[in-house]
């Protein structure tokens, strides 16, 4: 029963009369805090916390998966950085993340604007978030119909008169077709997201630039950005986050409808670490992959901390 | 105050029971193993529902469940069986039977020593005979399933082997004059691409395939054993082996001669065997699966012929993968579940496996489909036997050093002597990591 004392001790008699109201509140509050949050917390600590602790741990060893781990200190971290494959991987995070990133906050918010007075946008909307609910395989299977030598591409082409096509499925061509296919599939989520985020700058401030004679430019650079900046910057560490986790598109894209491990080219960091412990054709390496994902879950804590920093701005309240 | 107090002990009894319902469902899992009787058991298998194979298992199980009066608890989880055993082999949760080929056994049970000794399953009685002496001791020179103390960890049910796949309808003169040596081999290549036939079809995205190429090469001129010998060489010095040259410049020489179907570089499996089994191409070097496989595609009147792989000199060894049951050395009913992996070798089910799933079953006495005739034919006849790769199964090698590297040879992106010396360097570069 000493938890009775507690609240007690901060109760809002302690505090100046006008404040009681109030504080009665914040009491009431932080009595319900434990409650409220303690469930989600403890989940939270026991199946995410713990484990980053668990694969930090398992990191420093030789394991197979099962029976005995031995100590290796920083030998899977040093393998990693010596390792070209790793470093590849890790470069294609990065293409996702910054290249496919930006161009898909250009086009969203290109076709937010567009889509802020055209007729029918709702149903236009509707449209192009939907390649964001088929499901990735999808378009892994699609892919094959699509660009295999005899598909639906070089059937178009051929009457066309190209006779040598490009070898579209080609090892080379696999990431790019990638990062086309993360575009196609993403724009429309950002582009409801950012569209929620324009549609909520009230219009007098519109009319107040036609008054002032501003052009589409300055109404974007002094209206429109500064009004969104909160919902972009959310946008930002959104789309960090999920890139860094791409996999299974990547899985189905390259890897014979998933018969085998994709080519080297397409893998991701996520890959890179999939295959070292479950790729099922070589003893599992679970020290070398947890090594990748600790690595990588560093990656992602430094470049959401940055986009924070560097998106930082006083939230303007309208 | 009174409330106060009150609420204060609500949540505090809410904060406890959510604890314990947490703890409750996290320990939850591990409870129900303990549970079971000794008169049941649980089997992960490496086939789906509605595989040829399965349906014989199944009716195995069937006969098995009403023999012994067991319970039989099956998942049909299909070829990650294995991937998903190694993390439950670290709780109490742990399947009492699984199978798949050896070179997926291995690396996930055998390499941490996790698999059961089978020395009961190897002396039940099957058909008169201990099971043990049903699987020809031939097959298994070249492939060790047992541990150092003599134990075995595997009980193989059937085996899997390799040919060059043909239309036997189109092309009869295969059937009864196969090629034998590179140069014939070479030489009738040469003949379907004069003949405007494209020779032969592969599937260059799957990288296992194309390894398949090389590895085999290396094992005709070198002899089983040569390409773990080559793989586990921390020097490198293995790959200045004129042999290992030879065997990437025979690969090259069908890249560059121009022999591969269009395509091949950039294709998704199985759109180039699809092709083949609809006479888009002569050849195919593949799996005894090949049959099975594509039967559901073949073009009508379409008749599964083959013939061994050619030799490039004296070496003829044939490739003999086997694949079986292993049992966790955690489980809890292991003495049921290896007398239904003894059982499971019983001629009934032996014979169905050949007939009716068109696979090659491990004893000698049992039916084969007549599509599998000459694989049999070749593997009964056979001196010597090699696995897949030669059974070379190093952490993350055959993923990051020798695919990514095969493939460039394989689609033509590079030539032989570049493969070699980017292999060695590869490999000296994967053992230092290992230490």
């Known amino acids: ?318 | 105050m009174a409330t106060r107090v009150g609420r204060a002990r609500w949540s505090t009894r809410l904060a406890a029971g959510v604890a314990a319902a947490v703890a409750l469902a996290l320990t939850g899992c591990s409870g129900s193993a303990a549970e079971q009787s000794g008169k049941e058991f649980t089997y992960w298998s490496m086939w789906k529902s509605g595989e040829p194979q399965q349906k014989v298992l199944a009716d195995a199980i069937a006969d098995f469940e009403q023999q012994h009066n067991v319970k039989i608890k099956v998942q049909w989880q299909g070829r990650t069986n294995l991937q998903k055993l190694v993390p439950a082999l670290n709780t109490n949760d742990v399947p009492d039977l699984v199978d798949g080929p050896y070179l997926k056994m291995y690396p996930a049970l055998a390499a941490t020593k996790q698999a059961l000794g089978l020395g009961e399953a190897y002396a039940t009685q099957v058909d008169g005979k201990p099971a043990g002496e049903l699987i020809p001791a031939k097959l298994l020179q070249n492939i060790n399933i047992k541990y150092p103390d003599g134990q075995p960890w595997m009980l193989p049910y059937q085996i899997q082997s390799d040919a060059v796949w043909f239309n036997a309808a189109k092309h009869p003169e295969l059937k009864t004059n196969p090629p034998k040596t590179w140069g014939e081999f070479i030489a009738l290549l040469d003949r379907l691409k004069a003949a405007g036939e494209t020779p032969i079809a592969a599937d260059g995205d799957v990288a296992g395939y194309n390894a398949a190429y090389f590895g085999t090469m290396v094992l005709r001129e070198s002899g089983p054993g040569a390409l773990m010998k080559l793989a586990s060489d921390k020097s490198g010095a293995a790959w200045d082996d004129p042999a290992v040259l030879d065997a990437a410049k025979k690969v090259e020489q069908l890249v560059k001669g121009g022999y591969f179907i269009k395509g091949y570089q950039a294709s998704k499996f199985p759109a180039q065997q699809q092709k083949w089994a609809n006479n888009g191409a002569a050849l195919m070097f593949m799996g005894s699966w090949m049959p099975t496989e594509s039967a559901s595609y073949a073009a009508a009147g379409f008749e599964f012929g083959s013939f061994p792989f050619p030799t490039t000199g004296s070496q003829d060894s044939q490739r003999a993968d086997v694949l079986g049951f292993a049992v966790p050395k955690k489980a809890k009913n292991a003495k049921l579940a290896q007398e239904f992996a003894a059982f499971f070798l019983g001629k009934k089910y032996q014979d169905a496996s050949g007939a009716e799933a068109k696979m090659l079953p491990i004893r000698s006495d049992a039916t084969t489909a007549p599509e599998l005739a000459d694989v049999k034919a070749t593997l009964d006849n056979a001196s010597a036997y090699h696995q897949q790769l030669d059974g070379v199964a190093f952490p993350g090698y055959n993923e990051k050093v020798l695919s990514p590297n095969d493939d460039e040879l394989f689609l033509g992106k590079i030539s032989a002597e570049q493969f070699v010396s980017k292999m060695k360097a590869a490999q000296i570069a994967y053992w230092k990591t290992q230490n």
């Not at chain 1, 499925?169 to 077709?177: I, K, R, S, V």
Request: hydrophobic letters at 50%; glycine letters at 8%; charged letters at 15%.
């Open chain 1, 1 to 318: 029963m000493t938890t009775t004392a507690l609240p007690r001790a901060s109760s809002p008699e302690t505090r100046s009369t006008p404040a009681r109201r109030g504080g009665s509140l914040a009491d009431q509050r932080r009595r319900l805090f434990v409650p409220f949050v303690g469930p989600a917390l403890l989940l939270y600590v026991v199946l995410f916390v713990v484990p980053i602790f668990g694969a930090v741990w398992i990191s420093f060893h030789k394991w197979a998966g099962s029976g005995p781990m031995t100590w290796s200190g920083i030998d899977n971290y040093r393998g990693l950085v010596a390792d070209p494959l790793f470093r590849q991987s890790l470069g294609n995070t990065l293409k996702l993340l910054f290249v496919v990133g930006i161009a898909i906050f250009v086009l969203s918010f290109a076709m937010a604007l567009v889509l802020r007075d055209m007729a029918g946008r709702k149903i236009v909307r509707s449209v192009i978030f939907f390649p964001h609910l088929v499901n990735a395989l999808v378009y892994g299977i699609l892919v094959g119909f699509i660009f295999n030598p005899d598909g639906l591409a070089n059937s178009i082409l051929k009457p066309l008169g190209v006779d040598a096509p490009p070898q579209w499925l080609a090892q080379d061509n696999l990431f790019p077709l990638i990062m086309v296919t993360m575009v196609w599939m993403t724009t429309g989520y950002y582009t409801t997201i950012l569209m929620a985020g324009v549609d909520r700058i009230p219009p007098y401030y519109y009319e107040d630039c036609a008054l002032a004679g501003a052009n589409a430019w300055q109404r974007l650079r002094h209206v429109i950005l500064p009004l969104t900046w909160d919902v972009f910057g959310v946008c930002a560490v959104l789309w960090t986050i999920s890139s860094v986790k791409i996999f299974e598109i990547i899985w189905i894209f390259g890897a014979s409808n998933g018969t085998g491990v994709p080519p080297a080219q397409t893998w991701t960091a996520a890959v890179y670490t999939y295959v070292t412990a479950f790729s099922g054709d070589s003893i599992p390496a679970y020290g070398a992959a947890t090594a990748s994902a600790v690595l990588s879950l560093f990656l992602v804590t430094v470049l959401v901390v940055l986009l924070r920093r560097v998106m930082r701005r006083d939230v303007i309240e309208f």
